[in-house]
């Protein structure tokens, strides 16, 4: 096996990612446009004391993330986690379903974004249908993708700098507000008359947890990545204490800021916050950048898409075409062309909330494997270094996910349950057809 980071190339994929570039690849992946909307759930479930969930929910995202680390430097190859379940579990099945629903919670989590992008915060520049926003919003999203993963990542990074701001700037308020005698730090302690505060702090961790979610996508660009074995583990990690410790931050200035019950009752809990400090800075600042938030994790969620559908085509997944690739750009832009159609028909089937609770379930399905994989695959020896897990990580990995399984309800499960029988059938109509061919 080649060793990982030797070549400047493989396949047809052009290894452009440095280790910065990755680092905030990911940062700007988890960080999203989550955090600009949750806080004040979070503060709903548990009072003043929101830094605790987050960091409860920092530590299940790392237990994954050690699954991913290990893994990925051990098979630097894209397809991440279809990959992982192919090695392991040896059943083309299985391979074929974890890939379709981390590549169907790619598309429709895009999809999901784009009508966030074409919705209100955009509502604050221009007047535009919101399905018509979102749509021409995918398309420049697919361009920029077809363009180059050096483009993508480049742009990335100015995105990634400018919702990292925003967050900071939150934080700066605050700190204002406390030196003119504002605010009430005590609220950071408090969990308002709580019955249960674990089981409130299990609850609201649920709700962070999705704020963490967007550092699997880094999988599916190894391939581009220089000197993965060295380089992923130190940009995984580093972006998601980084993502952590900012979300903690933010919370603990909220609270301090806001009462939680007023908290709970925005649906823009940073604004609300910016205001309550009495801080100049105005409202459509954040607008702004709320949009680049959105903007940034829908590109970074197609990149993903299109790499894993161009992996699963090489592994003979999907049908062959999904792998071209441009000679002079180095991108799979069949994949690009198919993953952004699809995104685009499913900006009329659901609202975001219908959206984004069907993207959690079916990343849940592939963090599960992905964890069992890491333990299946102890027994494989590879001729490159790579990092390797604590063995009680992706077992507690595993547990992770079967109690956040939990915590969905029936009609998420059926929306999900929807989706893999619909892959299943794909693979069943596929199998069927491979068969049929040498006798014709």
């Not at 049908?319 to 499913?346: C, D, K, N, Q, Y």
């Not at 077992?395 to 999900?416: K, Y």
Request: aromatic share 8%.
């Amino acid at each position: 096996m080649e060793p990982a980071g030797s070549a400047t190339t493989t396949g047809n994929l052009k290894r452009n990612i440095t280790g910065k570039m990755l680092f905030l690849f990911i940062l700007g992946d988890v960080l999203g446009a989550g955090i600009y909307a949750l806080v004040g759930q979070i503060a709903g479930e548990v009072g003043g004391v929101t830094w605790v969930p987050m960091l409860v929910a920092l530590g299940l995202a790392l237990l994954t993330a050690a699954s991913y680390a290990e893994l990925v430097t051990k098979y630097p190859r894209a397809g991440g986690s279809a990959v992982f379940a192919e090695r392991a579990y040896k059943r083309p099945a299985i391979s074929f379903l974890v890939g379709f629903c981390m590549l169907s919670a790619g598309v429709v989590s895009a999809a999901g974004l784009s009508l966030a992008f074409a919705g209100d915060y955009l509502g604050t520049f221009i007047d535009i249908p919101p399905v018509l926003g979102a749509v021409i919003f995918l398309a420049l999203i697919g361009a920029l993708n077809a363009r180059g993963i050096k483009e993508s990542v480049r742009a990335n990074l100015v995105m990634t700098m400018i919702e990292t701001t925003g967050l900071v700037i939150v934080v700066i308020a605050v700190g204002v507000l406390l030196s003119n005698g504002g605010g009430d730090v005590g609220r950071a302690a408090r969990f308002d008359q709580l019955d249960s505060p674990v089981v409130a702090i299990f609850g609201a961790a649920l709700l962070a947890f999705y704020s963490f979610v967007g550092f699997e996508t880094s999988a599916n660009v190894i391939e581009e990545v220089k000197d993965p074995s060295r380089v992923y583990p130190r940009a995984l990690f580093g972006a998601l204490v980084t993502a952590g410790v900012l979300y903690m931050l933010v919370g603990t200035a909220a609270s301090i800021a806001v009462p939680a019950d007023e908290l709970a009752d925005s649906s823009g809990p940073l604004l609300t916050v910016i205001q309550a400090t009495g801080v100049a800075i105005p409202d459509w600042l954040f607008s702004a950048i709320a949009l680049v938030a959105v903007a940034n994790g829908a590109l970074l969620t197609m990149i993903m898409s299109s790499r894993l559908t161009y992996g699963m085509a090489n592994q003979g997944l999907l049908p062959p075409v999904f792998s071209r690739v441009l000679p002079e750009r180095g991108t799979p832009w069949v994949a690009i062309v198919a993953t952004t159609a699809l995104a685009m028909v499913l900006t009329v089937t659901g609202s975001i909330a219908t959206l984004a609770e069907t993207v959690v379930l079916l990343l849940l399905i592939v963090f599960l494997s992905t964890n069992i994989a890491v333990l299946v695959l102890r027994r494989e020896r590879v001729q490159h270094r790579h990092f390797t897990a604590w063995t009680v990580l992706p077992v507690l990995g595993a547990l992770s996910c079967i109690v956040l399984f939990t915590q969905l309800s029936a009609e998420v499960w059926l929306r999900g349950g929807i989706i893999i029988a619909v892959g299943a059938a794909i693979f069943a109509l596929d199998t069927l057809a491979r068969r049929r061919t040498p006798s014709q």
